[in-house]
């Protein structure tokens, strides 16, 4: 059984399938054995808007928001299947070990959701995804952690913006966290890769608003990885880094395997 089918297997749900909606009966899987299959062979690669809005920085994405991909994505965001965190962040680990480099500390930061969307999420999704993301990255040999630095503002509904409306709402609706009175606040970001972290990339508003108060702060920001990307130009794939590309196969890294996470 491969790392990901392993990771989905542990979801003995009633439900349909997460990434296609369709019944299996017996139903043993989170997603049925074809789209397990199909998220596996994702390869991660390099994406941006056009045209990219202004610091925008390089962005990884693993799949085009389409297919399984969605499907999973939107059943743990939208639909309450928190359980699905853990295979998504292998995903999202797969897309940051294509920006940073293994041999320097990576930290992730996490795109922040705004208090009304996590209340009615129950928790804020990124902030799973980046958790269960550094656990996959240190099972495979990286130091890796994740430091909130961001919050979130209220904003509008970016579906009804336009390009420009939507990066004004972004840069709006961001900021570096306010320590607490009386709490001393966390050390910035160790030094190393600073990788910006999100779910989906459509105009990139949001990447560069993140990337932009980052650095306003003096946090240098590496690059971005994302699970999926929206009108996509797709060049060719880039290397993974040292991950696995798929949960069962071993990739060779100078004379020694990296083991896969059951």
Not at 24 to 38: I, K, N, S
């Amino acid at each position: 059984m491969t790392g990901l089918l392993g990771d989905l297997a542990d979801l003995v749900l009633p439900a349909p399938c997460a990434g296609c909606e369709a019944e299996r009966v017996p139903l043993r899987f989170g997603a049925c054995a074809r789209c397990v299959a199909r998220l596996e062979a994702l390869r991660p690669f390099r994406t941006a808007p056009e045209p990219p809005p202004p610091g925008m920085p390089g962005c990884v994405a693993v799949g085009a928001y389409e297919g399984p991909l969605r499907g999973v994505l939107l059943g743990y965001k939208e639909k309450g299947r928190h359980r699905l965190a853990r295979p998504l962040g292998t995903l999202l680990a797969t897309a940051v070990s294509a920006v940073a480099a293994r041999d320097t500390p990576v930290t992730l930061v996490p795109v922040p959701s705004t208090a009304a969307a996590a209340r009615e999420r129950r928790g804020d999704h990124m902030t799973r995804l980046a958790a269960h993301a550094v656990r996959r990255l240190r099972a495979a040999g990286w130091e890796a952690g994740v430091s909130h630095q961001l919050e979130a503002l209220p904003r509008p509904d970016s579906t009804s913006l336009s390009v420009a409306g939507r990066r004004a709402a972004a840069e709006d609706s961001l900021r570096i966290r306010r320590p607490r009175i009386g709490v001393l606040r966390r050390a910035a970001p160790r030094k190393g890769t600073l990788v910006v972290v999100d779910d989906i990339v459509t105009t990139g508003a949001t990447l560069a608003a993140a990337t932009g108060r980052l650095e306003e702060a003096n946090m240098q920001v590496a690059g971005a990885a994302v699970l999926a990307a929206t009108q996509l130009r797709r060049p060719p794939a880039v290397r993974f880094g040292g991950l696995p590309p798929r949960g069962g196969e071993k990739v060779e890294r100078r004379g020694s395997g990296i083991p896969n996470e059951g």
